[in-house]
């Protein structure tokens, strides 16, 4: 048998596959929507750029690596560090002792200001203990509303999972929902249980969980066509996320269930399924507002002495609904990612 | 990987008694039922039939067709890539980068599509191209370096990961690609890779055709043509299988370019069935791909294994997933049934194996 021949004619496959990559990063640079937009939409926002002194802000989340929620956070932080002449150190762990590990290393590089999330708050006490002794102002954005006071942090800019959820379940109840199911995308995640809990409390008819797995969408398809198939009394798909809503959408076509699609957060293709009617409406915690306005917080407070709500009361960026009557307006930004 | 392993025949045939048929009670015939329980693929199938009896008792939901579809349509999409990852494993090799590879191509697809303004079948070939490229990467620097497979695919899969949300955020601006729903071509692409069709009123996905279609294809490969040899061979002992002219290196480096055709073929039906990608997922799935495989037989040493049992492996997976939804079961412990189920169907499988090899 001629060995040879098999391997030279795989040799190829590298020789293509540099070529491929050569017409992606070509494409990126004439891409007509998507990046190019936004880096200009971000471009117009530092149009007007401080004068203040250069300073350094590091901004820690926990993160998991590719999920749309966070991208925007981080667009918001970059134009408010953009306009404000601040150098951003974005960095991110989804494990809440690796996060405390990024907020030490912002510390050691003597940062003008910290602002983190407060996913696992048990794991960030110290570390943040560790930035106030060192001087650092922390603010919080996103999670941690019922602990950033306790732990001498300046300001809090997030929203209420718990507040939100409740909203979620007065609208449930508007329109006229009786039998609702809770979709949590990521098993154990306490803000999420915090949603489904806010909705069951306010929500006069009967909730349901059901726990799928986030990182794989054809499982979190069929185990959602499972759920509607075996409850059809299930009228209502509340999903915690916007791209699970998507997925929703399919699921209760596949199950010929008449049950309707209503999500937590946002995202640009969420808004054209809005505008279709496919999914009711979205409640929208504003994540590019969170990242915004924790950056400029801490740029206010090196500047002019100012933070918000006194050190005693958070800002909440949520909840915004968004629904037919007001999915246009958005439309606009959301097609720049920045909504 | 370890090389105690004895190849097993391609052909697997009963052991013939002597010629004369002198009987001297070591070449002596085991029964039928025996016989059949020493084949890898019969305790995972008993296994999984325990536990399809145990829903169907437990989920009235589950006896209608359409669940059982539901069912079939997340088993395929596992056991699609189970299908080379087995063939991989009996070759010796494991690939951890298969969980992301899928979603590296689906990338791949659509942002080409996306940005040149293509039709979709430009990007479905550069996809192609890409994971095949991937798998070679990976088999090529197995046998250039000598390192264990768990280690070079273990570093691919990071890189991967990387490379996956660095290189769409790159050139989308996002981390999620744009939606192609609307490009040319988009609608003969998702006939072939995510299309449905109705049977007797029950709505079935096309994926379970192709996992069926490619597991017959794979089965005999590896049982009747000389490249099934070869897998065997380079997976129960390197060294004997190249002494005996059997080509290593070509062997093991297209098995490895088989997985990223099952990557391409896995990230084609999830893009072109929801329509866009978040560069974040599929970093877990290669595990449920190996423990598929291993439910169903194939053992972690290499050199053993089938092409059914693995199907049925995935099948019990997609069953145990689901299953656990139509029972209605707290979903608090959804994880905690998954893994306790797994673990036992294993041992079912062991078990058969044992008493079936006795005496």
């Given at each position: 048998?001629?060995?040879s021949?098999?391997p030279?004619?795989r ?12 017409a ?6 004439s ?8 880096e ?9 750029k401080?004068t ?25 932080a970059e134009?408010a560090a ?7 150190i974005y960095s ?5 002792g690796?996060?405390?590990?990024l ?6 590089q003597?940062?003008d ?9 048990d794991?960030?006490k ?6 106030d002794?060192a001087?650092?102002?922390?603010v ?8 950033w006071k306790?732990?001498?942090m300046l300001?809090f ?6 507040v ?11 329109v006229g929902?009786?039998h609702?199911l ?7 995640n306490?803000?999420?249980?915090q ?10 008819g009967?909730?349901?969980v059901?726990n799928?797995?986030g990182a ?5 398809k069929s ?6 198939k ?7 798909v509340?999903?915690?996320?916007a791209p ?8 209760v076509?596949?199950a010929?269930s008449?049950?309707?699609v209503?999500t937590?957060d946002?995202n ?5 399924a ?6 009711q409406f979205?409640?929208d915690?504003?994540?590019y ?9 801490l740029?206010l407070?090196?500047?002019n ?10 800002v909440?960026?949520?909840?915004a609904f968004?629904?037919k ?6 439309a606009?930004?959301?097609?720049k990612?920045?909504? | 990987?370890?090389m ?5 025949p391609?052909?697997t045939t009963p052991p013939v008694?002597?010629p004369g048929?002198?009987?001297d009670g ?10 059949l329980?020493?084949?890898p693929e019969?305790g995972v199938f ?10 169907l008792?437990m989920?009235p ?9 539901t069912?079939?349509?997340q088993s ?12 991989l494993?009996i070759?010796?090799e ?9 979603v590296?191509s ?13 039709n ?17 990467f990976?088999?090529w620097?197995l ?18 990961q ?7 955020k790159?050139?989308?601006?996002n981390?999620?690609?744009?939606d ?8 003969q692409?998702?006939?072939l ?5 109705d049977?007797?009123g029950?709505?079935v ?5 192709w ?8 089965t005999?490969v ?6 099934g040899?070869?897998?065997f061979a ?8 190249r002494?005996v002219?059997?080509p290593v290196n070509?062997t ?6 088989l997985v ?7 990230g ?7 329509n866009?990608?978040?560069s974040?997922?599929?970093v ?22 089938t092409?059914i ?5 995935a099948?019990?997976f997609?069953?145990v997933?689901?299953g656990?939804v ?17 673990v036992?169907?294993t041992?079912?499988?062991l078990?058969?194996?044992k008493?079936?090899?006795?005496r």
């Open positions: 048998m001629d060995r021949s098999h030279r004619s040799r190829f496959a590298p020789v293509i596959a540099v070529a491929a990559a050569a992606l990063t070509l494409a990126g640079c891409s007509s929507s998507g990046g190019k937009k936004s200009e939409g971000a471009a117009d926002a530092s149009a007007g401080a203040t002194p250069r300073m350094t802000v590091a901004l820690v989340t926990h993160q998991a690596p590719g999920d749309t929620f966070w991208d925007t956070v981080r667009k918001g134009a953009a306009k404000d002449n601040i150098k951003l991110a762990d989804p494990n809440a690796n996060q405390a590990n907020v030490q290393t912002a510390i050691d003597k940062v200001g910290i602002a983190v999330t407060l996913a696992k708050p794991a960030m110290g570390v943040i203990g560790k930035a002794k001087g650092i102002p922390v919080g954005l996103n999670s941690g509303l019922s602990d306790q732990f001498n300001e800019f997030g929203q209420d999972e718990s939100a959820g409740e909203a979620f379940g007065k609208k449930l109840n508007e929902a009786k609702a809770c979709v949590i995308q990521e098993q154990g306490v803000g999420l249980t949603r489904c809990d806010g909705v069951e409390k306010t929500f006069d009967k909730l349901d059901q799928v797995n794989d969408k054809p499982s979190v185990t959602l066509t499972a759920k509607l075996q409850d059809s009394s299930i009228d209502y509340v999903t915690l996320g699970f809503a998507l997925t929703a959408v399919q699921s076509s596949d010929g008449k049950a309707k209503a937590f946002l640009k293709e969420l808004i054209n809005v505008k279709s009617g496919d999914i979205a409640v915690q504003q994540p507002l969170q990242g915004y306005l924790a950056v400029d917080g740029w407070y090196k500047n002495g100012n933070y918000s709500g006194g050190g005693e009361q958070p909440l960026t949520g909840p968004v629904d009557s007001n999915v246009d307006k958005i606009e930004f959301a097609a990612g920045t909504r | 990987m370890s105690t392993q004895q190849a097993e391609a052909v008694s002597g048929k002198e009987k070591r070449t002596q015939q085991r029964s039928l039922v025996l016989r329980l020493a084949r019969v008993l296994g999984a039939l325990a536990i399809l009896v145990f829903f008792i989920a939901t589950l006896r209608q067709g359409s669940s059982m579809s069912v079939l349509y395929s999409t596992i056991g699609i890539m189970v299908l080379p990852v087995a063939l494993m070759g010796g494991f690939d951890l980068s298969s969980g992301v590879a899928p590296a689906a990338l791949t697809a659509s942002m080409t599509a996306f940005e040149l303004t293509l979709v079948w430009v990007g479905v070939i550069a996809a192609l191209v890409v994971s095949l490229a991937i798998g070679f990976n088999g620097l046998v250039k370096t000598g390192l264990p497979s768990f280690l070079v695919t273990l570093g691919t899969f990071m890189g991967l990387g490379v996956n949300l660095a290189v769409t790159l050139v989308t601006g981390v999620a690609t744009d192609i729903s609307d490009m040319d071509g988009f609608d692409a998702k006939a890779f995510a299309s449905s069709f049977v007797g029950v709505n996905k096309i994926t379970v055709l996992w069926l279609a490619f597991a017959a294809l794979a005999w590896l049982l009747r043509t000389k490249y040899n070869w897998i380079v997976g129960g002992n390197k060294d004997s299988a002494a002219g059997v070509f093991k480096i297209s098995l490895f370019v990223g055709f099952g990557a391409w073929f896995v084609m039906h999830n893009l072109f069935q929801y866009t990608v978040q974040g997922e599929g877990g799935n290669e595990l449920i791909y190996i423990a598929a495989a291993v439910v169903g037989g194939c053992l972690l040493t290499g050199g053993y294994g092409i049992g693995p199907v049925f492996g099948f019990m997609g069953l997933q689901l656990i139509y029972a209605t079961w707290n979903p608090d412990w959804f994880k905690t049934f998954l893994g306790v189920m797994l036992g169907a041992l079912v499988n078990w058969v194996r008493q079936a090899t006795r």
